[in-house]
């Protein structure tokens, strides 16, 4: 796509009327129930930079970026032919029983040098919901290994998303995806979530408040059986969620004070997203674990990792009796950290760190004046991850709004309440004016019919 406009489809030859016939009956698609869903799924077939085309040859603007994945864009030829090289040079190698493999190490090496912190040590699984899953298990073992085994709770956030395994979603704060699997897991814990664009009071007051919950709630629960507090440094469930200037600094404080590991969730927001390589470094959060995952590769293939200090690392290395009790098949899969370190060499590179802040601005900007259209309530975000929220939930809404964003060649994702911008870093002032453009129509029409 070079921005300007979007080309007029392209009729590629070929059973499309049966990929999505054979897409609705056998694959199983997450996020919306194609029973009630009036639209087949949309099958994509090809991407190139920031465009994906579907079976039908017509392109769109990516402006989710896959999931919040492709942070490199699509097509990127490095990337694909280091993984090719790498699978036909190694192809799969286990980290279990003392076995190792180069690409593995060079990428926890990458890893170490660019956390913050003192964050070095690496344990590398295959998604976000692993990394977390990780996270936890980590948090509380190393509490036992300390001498401390009545720290296993963990708090979380309202509204808050970590992934939809068990102990994962036992720590994500959203009703919907917690609802047909509970009772969860006991010992998890939520508190209330900065949102300073809902709040009635000053952005300061806003903190203040939420650290006033999270203090509350160690103080009831009992500081001495508190693992860990979970958190993105900008929450994307639901809304795009930036916190006041005074939250993350009154996190660590209350962490540190209280012997709590802080656990930073950059799954989202990590390797660029928001304008910074890590999220959180827009306040200097200095976490005690991280997760990652899905920008580490920009999609070209699964990995996560969590990552954490020498001191915590030490406590599971010092004999046979203290070793991690947790395993992942394809941990440090050859082929997924060969993506990863061509991915963060291109990052780097191409200056798509500061791209991303410097597109983000100009996103912002032209996202903004849309407060003014009927029903819509606000706009928040940062880097290159923005949502448009309306003033009340209206899914029906959202979806003509969707829908309308794709007639014009966009690909966007929704919530009740907001519609989510997050395109891939490489993108254009010109593609962004052309999907602000966008926005605004698809706002206005939803809103008329």
């Known amino acids: 796509m070079d921005g300007a406009a979007l ?13 999505r016939a054979d897409a609705r009956r056998h694959l199983w698609h997450w996020g919306v129930q194609l029973a009630t869903w009036p639209e087949a799924p949309l099958t994509l077939v090809e991407g190139r930079g920031t ?7 017509r392109e769109y603007l990516d ?4 999931l919040g994945v492709v942070q490199v864009g699509h097509g990127c030829g490095e990337i ?11 192809a799969f190698a286990s980290l279990a029983n003392g076995v190792s493999n180069d690409v593995a190490t060079r990428l926890s090496v990458e890893i170490a040098r660019l956390a913050p912190g003192d964050l070095e040590v690496s344990f590398l699984t295959t998604g976000g919901g692993e990394a977390v899953e990780t996270a936890i298990k980590m948090a509380r073992q190393y509490h036992a290994l300390s001498g401390e085994p009545r720290r296993t709770k963990l708090i979380a956030r309202e509204g808050s998303y970590h992934g939809l395994t068990l102990g994962a979603l036992s720590a994500t704060g959203v009703a919907v995806s917690r609802r047909p699997f509970e009772p969860l897991l006991p010992g998890f814990h939520h508190v209330e979530h900065p949102e300073p664009a809902r709040f009635d009071g000053t952005s300061e007051e806003c903190g203040e408040l939420a650290l006033r919950s999270l203090e509350a709630r160690i ?11 979970i958190a993105e440094p900008v929450s994307t469930a639901g809304a795009i969620k ?21 656990i930073v969730d950059e799954i989202f927001c990590g390797f660029g997203r928001t304008g910074r390589m890590f999220g959180g470094e827009h306040w200097d959060v200095r976490p005690d674990i991280m997760t990652l995952a899905k920008g580490i590769t920009s999609g070209y293939a699964p ?16 004999g046979p009796e203290t ?8 941990a440090g899969h050859p082929v997924s950290c060969a993506a990863a370190l061509v991915n963060i060499a291109v990052i780097e590179r191409d200056g798509l760190v500061d791209r991303a802040a410097e597109m983000g601005a100009l996103l912002g900007d032209a996202l903004r004046p849309l407060v003014e259209l009927d029903g819509v309530s606000h706009v928040s975000g940062i880097g290159l991850l923005w949502g448009v929220e309306l003033e009340r939930p209206d899914p029906a809404r959202i979806r003509r709004l969707l829908a309308a964003l794709r007639e014009r060649g966009v690909l966007a994702r929704g919530s009740a309440t907001n519609v989510f911008l997050y395109p891939p870093l490489i993108v254009t002032a010109a593609e962004v004016d052309l999907l602000a453009g966008a926005v605004a129509d698809a706002l206005t029409i939803s809103a008329s019919e």
Do not use: K
């Open 7 to 19: 080309r007029a489809p392209e009729r590629h030859p070929g059973p499309t009327e049966r990929l």
């Open 80 to 90: 694909a032919e280091a993984v090719a090289a790498q699978a036909r040079r190694l």
């Open 242 to 262: 930036v916190p006041p200037p005074n939250y993350w600094p009154g996190v660590q404080r209350i962490c540190a004070r209280h012997g709590i590991l802080l």
């Open 303 to 318: 990995l996560s990792a969590t990552v954490t200090s020498r001191r915590i690392a030490d406590a599971f290395w010092a």
């Open 323 to 330: 070793e991690f009790q947790h395993a992942a098949t394809s």
């Open 63 to 66: 402006a989710i970026s896959g």
């Open 51 to 57: 465009t994906v085309v579907d079976a039908d040859g």
């Open 219 to 229: 103080e009831f629960e009992g500081p001495e059986t508190i693992a860990a507090f």
